[in-house]
């Protein structure tokens, strides 16, 4: 899960980047605008899920370090809590 929260990390800021080199307000709002109604939703729910999932393992990690939770079944369990909410709250998110 660690890999993941860098991975996660690394891919929003090369979709952050590639957005402010290659397109403009305008030309953004044009490619949205055009795209189909399946495809905005599925853009939308995996930009949250990836948000979520790094912003709730970067917390993990901050606990972490804070020297909590570092047993075996603290890992486990702070693993599947990070999983179980991101999961809630993709799906709470994409849904607004």
């Given at each position: 899960?660690?890999?993941a929260v860098?991975i996660?990390?690394?891919?929003l800021?090369?979709?952050?980047?590639?957005i402010?080199i290659?397109?403009?307000?305008a030309?953004?709002?044009?490619?949205?605008?055009?795209?189909?109604v399946t495809?905005?939703?599925?853009?939308?729910?995996?930009?949250?899920?990836?948000?979520?999932?790094?912003?709730?393992?970067?917390?993990?990690?901050?606990v972490?370090?804070s020297?909590?939770?570092?047993?075996l079944?603290?890992?486990y369990?702070?693993?599947?809590?990070?999983?179980?909410?991101?999961?809630?709250?993709?799906?709470?998110?994409?849904?607004?």
């Open positions: 899960m660690s890999d860098r996660t990390g690394s891919t800021a090369r979709g952050l980047l590639l402010g290659q397109l403009n307000s030309s953004l709002v044009f490619t949205i605008a055009v795209l189909p495809a905005k939703v599925g853009a939308k729910a995996m930009l949250v899920f990836l948000f979520i999932y790094h912003s709730l393992g970067s917390i993990r990690h901050l972490w370090d020297r909590y939770a570092l047993t079944k603290g890992v369990t702070s693993g599947y809590a990070v999983l179980t909410e991101t999961v809630l709250d993709s799906l709470y998110l994409a849904t607004i």
